[in-house]
């Protein structure tokens, strides 16, 4: 960890608020948040799009670096980690995002960029068909694709039934806080919390001494949405913060399904609406979803290694395949379009061929869609 660029990200980002959008490109056009700093009496010139108000914040730091400080020793104390923008340990589908945060805090050790991230969100007023919905869907899930990392909010209802049902079923989940790492709320949920420390995480944007409130509730759904492959709504009234998420998902271009739900039912009102008004794809359970996520090969794979299919040491190659490898070995990691283009292969049949490769332990698929050879 680069503590002392962490003091500056801390110290910028306590002072820039709630202009998201305008810190982070300040902080990504100059490299850092200590050049930040450093350029302080220049920021009109670097970005001119700076407002007034912001400028003028950005040139007293002398109280947000004492408060930095504090915040510094409060995480080493709680051997917290911090994640930057741009470091390894970052969620990566979340620095994709245009108000991603500058700086996150983070206990527990699942890794946020897991090949498979999904959420699991909705009402707080979570009815027994949504937990009997959520409890088969994660159970399928863990049998078709074992490794997903399942994200929510550790909020009352579909959140913290999410959560627990995850950790039934030997998966790892993170909930992303509202709130300082100090606290938690709902206090009720601290046991869960323990819990999910060693199993998945805790994470949150904001430093010790944050309350939770309303607002900090609302930002937080763009990372629910933003660190994850899919979004997926249990039940919904038909206004909610689950609806909010969904929408933050789909301007990310993220997928987005939702359960049906009885008609007139008020929780189900906002999954209905959702989908009549082509918002969602309508799932029904675990296979569903993996089919609309193109995520079968993983389900199958399971599949042959329970059957015993297991990896050679010196697998035979068809020709096709050697060109794969070929490609890989020259290349390094390539997208599926761009592998598609060096091998000179049809996505369809290519899909096909790493599949084929990813059985015979060659491949390995990565986060983002790009593949990797392991041989």
């Given at each position: 960890m680069?503590?002392?660029?962490?003091?500056?990200?801390i110290?910028?980002?306590?002072?820039?608020?709630f202009?998201l959008?305008?810190?982070?490109?300040l902080y990504q056009t100059?490299g850092s948040a200590?050049?930040v700093?450093?350029q302080?009496?220049e920021?009109?010139d670097?970005?001119?799009e700076?407002?007034?108000r912001l400028?003028?914040?950005l040139?007293?730091?002398?109280?947000?670096?004492?408060?930095?400080?504090q915040e510094?020793a409060?995480?080493?104390?709680?051997?917290i980690r911090t994640?930057?923008?741009?470091s390894d340990?970052y969620p990566?589908r979340?620095a994709?995002?245009?108000?991603a945060?500058?700086l996150?805090?983070f206990?527990g050790?699942?890794?946020?960029?897991?090949?498979?991230?999904?959420?699991?969100?909705?009402?707080?007023?979570?009815?027994t068909?949504g937990q009997?919905l959520?409890r088969?869907?994660?159970?399928?899930?863990r049998q078709m694709?074992?490794?997903v990392?399942i994200?929510s909010g550790?909020?009352y209802g579909?959140?913290?039934?999410a959560h627990?049902q995850a950790?039934d079923?030997?998966?790892?989940?993170v909930?992303?806080?509202a709130?300082g790492?100090?606290?938690?709320?709902?206090?009720r949920?601290r046991?869960?919390?323990?819990?999910?420390?060693g199993?998945?995480?805790?994470?949150?944007?904001?430093m010790?001494e944050?309350?939770?409130?309303k607002?900090?509730?609302?930002?937080r759904?763009?990372?629910v949405?933003?660190?994850?492959?899919a979004?997926?709504l249990v039940?919904?009234a038909?206004?909610?913060g689950g609806?909010?998420?969904?929408?933050i998902?789909?301007?990310?271009n993220?997928?987005?399904f939702?359960f049906?739900g009885?008609v007139?039912?008020?929780y189900?009102?906002g999954?209905?609406a959702?989908?009549?008004d082509?918002g969602?794809g309508l799932?029904?359970?675990a296979?569903d979803?993996?089919?609309?996520?193109?995520?079968?090969?993983?389900?199958l794979?399971?599949?042959?290694k329970a059957e015993?299919?297991e990896r050679?040491?010196f697998?035979?190659l068809?020709e096709?395949?050697?060109?794969v490898?070929?490609v890989?070995?020259?290349?390094?990691?390539?997208?599926?379009?761009q592998l598609?283009?060096?091998?000179?292969?049809?996505?369809?049949q290519l899909?096909a061929?790493?599949?084929q490769?990813?059985?015979?332990?060659?491949?390995?698929?990565?986060a983002?869609?790009s593949?990797?050879?392991?041989k």
């Amino acid at each position: 960890m680069n503590e002392q660029e962490v003091y500056y990200a801390i110290a910028l980002t306590r002072m820039t608020g709630f202009n998201l959008q305008t810190a982070l490109l300040l902080y990504q056009t100059l490299g850092s948040a200590r050049a930040v700093y450093e350029q302080r009496k220049e920021v009109r010139d670097v970005l001119p799009e700076c407002t007034d108000r912001l400028a003028e914040a950005l040139q007293d730091w002398d109280v947000a670096l004492a408060r930095a400080a504090q915040e510094m020793a409060f995480i080493q104390k709680h051997n917290i980690r911090t994640l930057l923008l741009g470091s390894d340990d970052y969620p990566q589908r979340l620095a994709e995002c245009p108000d991603a945060p500058i700086l996150m805090y983070f206990m527990g050790q699942a890794d946020l960029n897991r090949q498979r991230v999904i959420n699991i969100i909705g009402t707080r007023h979570c009815t027994t068909y949504g937990q009997d919905l959520i409890r088969r869907f994660v159970g399928d899930l863990r049998q078709m694709v074992p490794d997903v990392l399942i994200v929510s909010g550790l909020a009352y209802g579909v959140d913290i039934c999410a959560h627990r049902q995850a950790l039934d079923n030997g998966l790892d989940t993170v909930g992303v806080l509202a709130h300082g790492l100090d606290d938690l709320y709902p206090p009720r949920h601290r046991d869960t919390a323990k819990q999910m420390i060693g199993q998945g995480g805790l994470l949150t944007e904001y430093m010790s001494e944050t309350k939770a409130d309303k607002l900090n509730f609302i930002r937080r759904n763009r990372i629910v949405a933003g660190m994850s492959d899919a979004t997926i709504l249990v039940e919904s009234a038909a206004k909610g913060g689950g609806l909010i998420t969904t929408g933050i998902a789909m301007d990310y271009n993220r997928g987005v399904f939702a359960f049906p739900g009885p008609v007139g039912a008020p929780y189900s009102e906002g999954c209905n609406a959702l989908i009549r008004d082509n918002g969602a794809g309508l799932i029904t359970g675990a296979a569903d979803f993996v089919n609309a996520m193109g995520w079968q090969n993983d389900a199958l794979l399971q599949q042959a290694k329970a059957e015993g299919i297991e990896r050679t040491l010196f697998p035979n190659l068809s020709e096709e395949e050697q060109r794969v490898v070929d490609v890989l070995s020259q290349t390094g990691d390539l997208q599926l379009n761009q592998l598609s283009v060096k091998a000179n292969i049809a996505i369809g049949q290519l899909t096909a061929l790493l599949f084929q490769l990813e059985m015979k332990g060659v491949v390995r698929p990565l986060a983002g869609g790009s593949y990797h050879l392991l041989k």
